[in-house]
């Protein structure tokens, strides 16, 4: 059976609704009951990044040297950046917030999710375990990442003030959040979002539009310290996309663009 102009491999149903893995010219992608790609892994390369946005939440590699110790991540989907990060990362620690049972499984069984001593999957709602975690364990993650939609949108546990006071709450002195937004910039929703996490992590922002879509990547700096001048984190880019393989110019580019106001709030002088 053929769905969004690829074929439909497995289909399943949960409370939640629909889950559908298609394969189109060698790369398989999970949706959710509606064209949009959850997550994708071209199956001759799997530990690749296949989607631009997943790509663009790399960007945090500009701002920090490394992830040495513990990262959360609420949203798994297919698992993509959480494979990167094991992948790339040997000393890391993971813990990943899933909302869905099935989407785990689906992981798993379709896209490779490893089974990993770093890595600890947990079923919970992501907004509610982060309120939770930030009143016990603050100032205990280097690295937040929140990737959190559904067939409509951005979860409605993550769309309010206090989730982002927590989630600042949550990060260390040098962490950083790194969240994917939908809708643009003239979206209600994404500058009612913008604003709050402006608010909560005092401007020192940024945002990076994903090339040819509509996500935009917000990053956020909890008390951050520049570490690099502007030729600094050009020459840095430059080194991270012969690394990676992954357009780290184009992303400091876009970010310079974008930011005129708080960009000088994340370079030195």
């Known amino acids: 059976m053929y769905k969004y102009e690829g074929l439909l491999i497995h289909e399943s149903h949960d409370d939640e609704g629909i889950i559908e893995v298609i394969e ?12 949009p790609r959850q997550s994708s ?49 040997p ?27 770093r890595l600890k999957v947990i079923i919970d ?19 937040l990442f929140i ?11 993550i769309c309010n003030a206090a989730f982002f006071d927590a989630c600042k709450a949550l990060l260390k002195k040098d962490g950083i959040l790194v969240i994917n937004l939908w809708g643009g910039t003239h979206n209600p929703e ?32 909890n008390n951050y310290t520049p570490r690099h001048s502007l030729q600094g984190l050009r020459d840095y880019a430059l080194a991270l996309e012969q690394q990676y393989q992954i357009d780290f110019p184009y992303f400091l580019k876009e970010l310079k663009k974008h930011n005129s106001s708080t960009f000088k709030l994340v370079i030195k002088p």
């Not at 790509?55 to 989907?77: H, N, Q």
């Not at 899933?98 to 896209?111: H, L, M, N, Q, T």
């Not at 990737?147 to 546990?157: K, L, N, P, R, V």
């Open 24 to 35: 189109t010219k060698g790369v398989r992608s999970l949706h959710f009951g509606s064209y």
């Open 190 to 221: 994404f500058q009612q979002v913008s604003k709050w996490i402006g608010d909560s992590f005092n401007w020192q922002t940024l945002f990076l539009p994903v090339k040819d879509r509509g996500n935009i990547i917000a990053l956020a700096f």
């Open 91 to 117: 000393d890391c620690r993971l813990k990943a917030v899933e909302y869905r049972k099935s989407v785990v499984k689906i992981a798993r069984s379709y896209f490779g999710l490893p089974l990993d001593a």
């Open 147 to 157: 990737d959190a939609f559904d067939h409509e949108g951005m979860a409605s546990s």
């Open 41 to 89: 892994m071209r199956l001759t390369d799997p530990q690749q990044l296949e989607l631009e946005y997943v790509k663009s939440m790399t960007a945090w590699m500009l701002f920090k040297p490394a992830l040495a110790d513990d990262a959360l991540i609420v949203g798994l989907g297919g698992g993509s950046l959480t494979k990167h990060l094991l992948e790339h990362f």
């Open 125 to 143: 709602d992501g907004g509610q375990y982060i309120r939770q975690r930030a009143e016990v364990y603050p100032g205990h993650y280097s690295l």
